[in-house]
Structure formats: C-alpha cells, structure tokens
Nanobody, 121 residues
Framework: QVRLTESGGGLVQAGGSLRLSCAAS?????VGWFRQAPGAAPEYIAS????????DYADSAQDRFTISRDYAKNMIYLQIENLKPEDTALYLC?????????????????WGQGTQVTVGS
C-alpha cells in the first residue's frame, strides 16, 4: 500500500518561495502535484513520469513551479518561486500505477492529505 505524506507548507509573504516535500512509502511510478482551494476541484500543477522522469507542467505553472524527484529516497518535491496570494491552497501529492498520468487526476491511485500553503499580500 502506497502512503504519501506532504510537508513544507506554511504562511509566507508574497514574493517568497517554498519547497514542498512528499515522502512516499511503497513503490510509486508516475507522480504529480495538485492544489485545491476550498470548495474547488483539485487543480493540476505538475507531474513526473517514470522511469524517464520527464516533467510536465500546467501552462499556468511553467514559470514558477519545479517538480523534482529523488527516486532513491522515494521523495517528490515541488519548488515554488515568487509566491502570490492566489497560490494559497492545499497542495496535494499523488502517485499513479501508470508511468505518465500527467494532468488526469482520475489516473492517480494514491493521494496524500496535503500541506497548506498560505500566501500573505
């Protein structure tokens, strides 16, 4: 059974940066990051395929978000630069049994509980 645990969120000022971490237990293949504002559906940010570890990004995430993965440590990261108030959300790590699920949330089999990011203006 795969378990995902996110960390690294918090309250930051606009313009700051954060690195979110996701610790995975069990074997994972394609992984991704989503975010969810209250009352909204999860919004795709980025994913990384397995085993080639090719990154894919939502158009809105191309400039300020970077996904990375340390397969040996079973860790997935999301670096966020130049944070904006509209980045405020619960950030979720997800893992799939498929190699390259990209932005299709329904293809992810495992989800973490999320880490809250709040950006002050």
């Amino acid at each position: 059974q795969v378990r995902l645990t996110e960390s690294g969120g918090g309250l930051v000022q606009a313009g700051g940066s954060l690195r979110l971490s996701c610790a995975a237990s069990g074997q994972t293949f394609g992984v991704g990051w989503f975010r969810q504002a209250p009352g909204a559906a999860p919004e795709y940010i980025a994913s990384m395929s397995w085993p080639k570890m090719i990154a894919d990004y939502a158009d809105s995430a191309q400039d300020r978000f970077t996904i990375s993965r340390d397969y040996a440590k079973n860790m997935i990261y999301l670096q966020i630069e130049n944070l904006k108030p509209e980045d405020t959300a619960l950030y979720l790590c997800a893992a799939s049994r498929l190699y390259d699920p990209k932005n299709r949330a329904e293809l992810y089999n495992h989800w973490g509980q999320g880490t809250q990011v709040t950006v002050g203006s």
